[in-house]
C-alpha cells in the first residue's frame, strides 16, 4: 500500500477532526500509511504540495499518485484511503 501525505495546519477545526477519528477508528495499516506535513513544522513542504497539488483547503490526503482528497468527513477518509 502506498503513502498518503496529509497537509495539517494549527487552528483548524477541520483537521482536528480528522486526526481524531485517524487516531481512534482507523486500523493500524491505515494509520501506518500515513505521513503529516504540518504546515507551522514544516512550512516549506507544506507550501510546496499546496502548490503543485493547487490545493484550497486542509485537511487535505495526497496520494502517491497525485489523487486528491480535501475533506474532513470520516467517510470520505476512510474510503480515499481503502481505494488503491
Known amino acids: 500500500m502506498s503513502k498518503v501525505i496529509m497537509l495539517t495546519k ?6 482536528a ?3 481524531r477519528f485517524i487516531e481512534s ?6 494509520v501506518s500509511r500515513l505521513e ?7 512550512l ?3 507550501e510546496y504540495l499546496y502548490k503543485k497539488h493547487n490545493i484550497a483547503t486542509v485537511p487535505s490526503f495526497i496520494k502517491e ?8 468527513k470520516p467517510s470520505a477518509i476512510t474510503e480515499f484511503l481503502e481505494e488503491e
Do not use: M
Open 10 to 15: 494549527d487552528n483548524c477545526p477541520f483537521c
Open 17 to 19: 477532526i480528522a486526526k
Open 25 to 30: 477508528c482507523l486500523d493500524e495499516d491505515q
Open 36 to 42: 503529516y506535513v504540518h504546515r507551522e513544522t514544516n
Open 44 to 46: 516549506a513542504r507544506y
Open 65 to 72: 499518485n497525485g489523487e486528491v482528497l480535501s475533506d474532513s
